[in-house]
């Protein structure tokens, strides 16, 4: 009797967790954040079916509109996406709803629990509710005493609040902040979101290394050199100006996502795929993490500022001349640091974090260098064998490559570099699910695998706190350099490896 034979690969691609009966308010709902990644995110859940038909969103903001003029601003955002799916756009929209409502204002949240109740019996969400903080971060810790205040975290099992980045501005505040979203609900009732976490290829650093039985025993010190986790963006500071004044490379980028990366790359195999395990190893690991020199920090980390740049027929303004930039501004741009992990694994291994603005290609990958070979018996065709590498390709191209040296063509005992590919796209036939969308799916399943836990973010912020120290006590002695747009960051960055007799891959 003939089988039939079923890709496994789309048999799993859409097996997912079914969402509960869910409402989901959004606080800064007039912001960037909400038409640009939130709203579009859950529409994409609910063309892929995954939301329940018992399903409410409410915007929440101070401005004075109505669902209709709510439901038409996401529209207008979402024009081109909406284009190609008219029908199902309108069924959603149908679920949109608007309550005005201030976090430094009790009265409206007590309104708002009001207009959650009727929208409760409306759309049959049982009391299900997932609190959205896209709000400045001033707002995070009032925002958790207002919303308990008006006993919406008061059921542990039925709400939960998720906070944007940045947790803190450093370690201090980071962990009084902590100590009010406690006050307010319990640990997993907090959802400290990073979307980097949301992304298919950061989650597939886990399953490359702990599926695959030809990597773990290879991952560490004994075969890999060096680790260069790279974050680059070819975009300058835009219309964030007001933000990026007040918190720089180091605050935006490296605390959080580069952090992140570092993490999952490092860390320890859990006992087990559940949140807890996989969250206790990824503390464990920057608990681990040191900078390279603590005692003069500023020997293995340098800061740089884009100036202007291009061509004369489209010039690149710098930094300082961006709209709202202090015109003598010392914000950074630009970061690379030198980090060790203190552990039996690593230790001794450096890791090399860069991040940056207008720099030549937008490009977010973790590039593992293996030891050479003890022995060179073939010459190669470029004068020395390449290093193997493992390189995971985060964004955009999403997928991993593999370089090794084989046998060049000809008669002699020559060999040259070959890379070895895996891309998303190609081998799934579909692109990836934007990060936000994983995520938003994941907190209204109490999910908090892919967020990170109050201890993580406390030891992120202690690892740099050094760092933050002396930008905020003796900034001369780790000065912003300027570089040009469009160029890989300020020459000091390209000494820094140097000095280990490395180099920067150029993406």
């Known amino acids: 009797m003939a089988s039939v034979l079923t890709n496994p690969l789309r048999v799993g691609l859409r097996q997912e967790r079914v969402i509960p009966p869910q409402c989901l308010v959004i606080f800064g709902a007039s912001g960037d954040l909400t038409h640009r990644k939130l709203v579009p995110a859950l529409f994409e859940l609910y063309r892929q079916r995954r939301l329940p ?61 009001q207009r959650l109740e009727s929208i409760d019996r409306q759309c049959a969400t049982r009391g299900n509710r997932t609190f959205y903080l896209s709000v400045s971060p001033a707002f995070y810790g009032s925002g958790c005493r207002a919303l308990a205040a008006a006993g919406l975290l008061a059921d542990a099992d039925r709400s939960r609040v998720v906070i944007e980045k940045p947790f803190g501005r450093d370690y201090g505040s980071a962990q009084e902040l902590n100590r009010v979203v406690q006050t307010c609900a319990k640990e ?29 025993p290879i991952w560490n010190r004994n075969y890999i050199s060096n680790v260069q986790i790279t974050a680059a963006e070819t975009v300058g500071v835009e219309e964030r100006a007001g933000y990026y004044e007040t918190s720089g490379a180091l605050r935006d980028m490296v605390q959080n996502h580069l952090t992140q990366l570092l993490a999952l790359t490092a860390m320890e195999a859990p006992g087990r795929f559940d949140p807890e395990s996989m969250r206790n190893e990824k503390a464990k690991l920057l608990q681990a993490a040191r900078l390279a020199n603590e005692e003069e920090p500023w020997k293995c980390c340098v ?30 741009t630009y970061v690379a640091m030198k980090l060790f992990i203190n552990n039996w694994r690593w230790q001794g291994v450096p890791f090399y974090l860069r991040t940056g603005k207008r720099l030549p290609k937008r490009v977010s990958e ?33 997928g991993a490559e593999f370089r090794f040296e084989v046998k060049a063509p000809g008669s002699g005992m020559r060999s040259r570099p070959v890379d070895m590919a895996f891309s998303y796209d190609d081998s799934f036939g579909e692109p990836s ?22 201890d993580e973010v406390e030891a992120a912020w202690r690892l740099y706190t050094p760092l933050l120290e002396l930008i905020e006590d003796s900034p001369w002695q780790l000065p912003v350099q300027p570089y040009e747009t469009g160029t890989w960051g300020p020459a000091a960055a390209d000494s820094l490896l140097a000095d280990d007799g490395l180099v920067w891959r150029r993406p």
């Open 53 to 113: 038909s018992e399903f409410a969103v409410v915007g929440c903001a101070r401005r004075p509109w109505s669902d209709e003029e709510f439901r038409s601003r996401m529209a207008a955002a979402m024009a081109s996406v909406i284009s190609e799916h008219p029908t199902a756009w309108q069924r959603f929209a149908s679920s949109l709803f608007y309550e005005p409502a201030d976090l430094s204002d009790p009265a409206t949240i007590v309104q708002l629990g």
């Open 188 to 216: 997993n009732q907090i959802f400290r979101i990073d979307h980097y976490l949301g992304k298919e290829t950061v989650q597939n650093i886990l399953v490359l290394r702990f599926a695959n039985t030809i990597f773990e």
């Open 303 to 332: 800061r740089g500022q884009y100036s202007s740049g291009g061509s004369r027929i489209s010039p690149t303004a710098g930094y300082r001349q961006e709209p709202g930039v202090n015109p003598n501004s010392t914000t950074e």
């Open 366 to 398: 973790v590039v593992l260098t293996f030891r050479e070979a003890p022995v060179h018996l073939f010459d190669a065709a470029g004068g020395s064998p390449t290093v193997n590498q493992l390189i995971l390709r985060i964004q955009p191209d999403e």
């Open 433 to 454: 699910d934007e990060g936000y969308v994983r995520l938003l799916a994941d907190a209204m399943l109490s999910d908090p695998t892919l967020y990170t836990r109050s």
